[in-house]
């Protein structure tokens, strides 16, 4: 079974950075996307950007585009998200998500097949 576990989450000012990291296990087909997900208290699930595993094709929200990057490491089947110039509205609990058989990824809530325990990211003012 798929396992994703987060890491790297905490409280970083505005204009700062902070790296979020997702080690996945499990798959058993090469055709798979990893995605970055967050919710803020109150509101709905909202995609930030996902990866494809096997061409490396990567998708951007409006929001992350220019700030954060997708990135993966093959040798430790890790796949971080690197977000620069941070803003209180990017609070939120981050959460990496697997989507099986993805010939290119997407970003919506509802076409994940698996979801990590999240990681709180907290951008003070």
């Known amino acids: 079974e798929v396992q994703l576990v987060e890491s790297g989450g905490g409280l970083v000012q505005a204009g700062g950075s902070l790296t979020l990291s997702c080690a996945a296990s499990?798959?058993?087909?090469?055709?798979?996307?990893i995605g970055w997900f967050r919710q803020a208290p109150g509101k709905e699930r909202q995609g930030v950007s996902c990866?494809?595993?096997?061409?490396?094709?990567?998708y951007y929200s409006n929001s992350a585009k220019g700030r954060f990057t997708i990135s993966r490491d093959n040798a430790k089947n890790t796949v971080t998200l690197q977000m620069n110039s941070l803003k209180p509205e990017d609070t939120a609990v981050y959460y990496c998500?697997?989507?099986?058989?993805?010939?290119?990824?997407?970003?919506?809530?509802?076409?994940?097949?698996?979801w990590g325990q999240g990681t709180q990211v907290t951008v003070s003012s």
């Open positions: 998500s697997a989507e099986l058989g993805a010939r290119l990824c997407t970003i919506a809530p509802g076409l994940q097949d698996y």
């Open positions: 499990g798959f058993t087909e090469d055709d798979w996307a």
């Open positions: 990866l494809n595993n096997n061409d490396g094709f990567t």
